[in-house]
């Protein structure tokens, strides 16, 4: 095991910890881009109090409203455009994963040469990634991406029906200011989308990441207790703090590079969903949990020790030897049980998503990512056909 790690991002956590945005903004800029989604943040309450801790520390703000979920680049091209236009030197997201993507994405646009888009990875001859970023903070109001506190970010294209991904340095947030209140309110679906995001988050480099390292097992079998112990405390109860601030640390300690370090992982079903809701724009939570069964089904019929030691180590389930795959397919089965518990699809068909683009999608997944001999990475690799066949077991 061999690896680099560094996160340079500060946290700030806490309930009640948004009151001091101003005061972590001043140190990296004096005009604010405030990026944010839907109206959610301004209906309940927390844009004006991020607007008035910003002023009060002597920073002038301009608005960036309307990032949509699954980000699109023309909203990044629009807020890279305004930031550049009122002279913005500092990029702040107040949301969920979509608005913290796309805000960092703009950050980077904002020095870019050329259309961002060509700095996301899908597919094309020449990509050029970005070098440099707007200082950016990020204030998540939902516990799922852990985009807060990483360097990458996510974004569609409508005119290709493509959803690519980027990672660089220069998209790390100076500061990541955690405040669990407010994913008080957040209705019930979203909370559990937000849970079976950050759950899969972990199981994707604890299925696909290299053998020997022990130390990176133990971390991801924590996060993925929390979240099984207080999800649906946090999904049944919206008022529950505790919860709320438990959820929220494992949703951003699942993403943070500290789980994965070393593990060299893909995200197979990531990559998978990506192109399903690039196509039907539901929410990625929703779409990992309808189809992360199926993959894990396909996988540990090539590797059931690995699926055999997760249900024994996660759910208690005894084990007749190493390989046991009854065990294996017992710990899938309670994991599945577990999201439809909390209200996630583990479904297409609950998504209302048919068979008749199936293939595009695999299609477009390794357009968009693949090894030497065009499959999919993970473990295993998955060819065109892999990809079909998991998607057709998940309708």
């Known amino acids: 095991m061999q690896f680099e790690y560094q996160n340079p991002t500060r946290i700030i956590f806490g309930t009640g910890t948004l009151s001091r945005l101003g005061e972590a903004a001043r140190q990296y800029g004096t005009r604010a881009l405030l990026v944010t989604g839907g109206g959610s943040a301004r209906r309940n309450g927390s844009l004006e109090r991020a607007i008035a801790s910003l002023k009060a520390a002597g920073l002038s703000v301009v608005e960036c409203e309307g990032v949509e979920p699954n980000p699109r680049i023309t909203s990044v091209r629009r807020g890279a455009a305004l930031a550049r236009k009122e002279g913005c030197d500092l990029v702040i997201a107040l949301g969920g994963g979509s608005v913290m993507d796309a805000a960092k994405v703009m950050a980077a646009a904002f020095h870019y040469e050329g259309d961002p888009w060509n700095m996301m990875a899908h597919g094309q001859s020449e990509r050029r990634l970005p070098e440099r970023a707007l200082p950016v903070i990020t204030v998540p109001t939902l516990a799922a991406t852990g985009s807060e506190m990483n360097a990458g970010a996510v974004i569609s294209d ?100 500290w789980v994965q370090a070393g593990t060299q992982s893909p995200f ?67 994991l599945d049980a577990f999201m439809k518990s909390i209200g996630c699809p583990t479904s297409l068909g609950e998504l209302g998503i048919g068979e008749g683009l199936i293939e595009r999608y695999a299609a477009d997944t390794l357009l968009v990512v693949h090894d030497l001999e065009g499959r999919l990475p993970g473990r295993p690799a998955m060819s065109e056909a892999d990809i079909v066949e998991v998607l057709k077991s998940a309708r």
């Open 268 to 334: 197979p079903v990531h990559m998978i969903e990506h192109s399903i809701s690039a196509h039907h724009d539901v929410a990625h939570g929703a779409g990992l949990s309808a189809i992360n069964a199926s993959w894990m089904r396909f996988a540990a019929k090539r590797r059931p020790e690995r699926f055999a030691l997760f249900a024994n180590r996660i759910f208690g389930v005894p084990l007749n030897g190493p390989k046991d795959m009854d065990a294996a397919m017992e710990g899938i089965e309670r």
């Open 158 to 257: 409508e005119e290709s029906t493509l959803k690519a991904v980027v990672s660089a340095k220069c998209l790390y947030p100076k500061v990541a200011l955690v405040d669990p209140e407010l994913s008080i309110g957040v209705p019930r679906a979203e909370t559990a989308y937000g849970v079976s995001d950050l759950i899969t988050h972990v199981t994707e480099s604890y299925f696909n990441g290299i053998d020997g390292t022990p130390v990176q097992d133990r971390f991801a079998e924590g996060v993925i207790l929390t979240a099984l112990e207080w999800g649906p405390k946090a999904v049944s109860d919206g008022t529950d703090i505790m919860a709320r601030e438990l959820v929220q640390w494992a949703s951003l300690v699942a993403l943070n590079g």
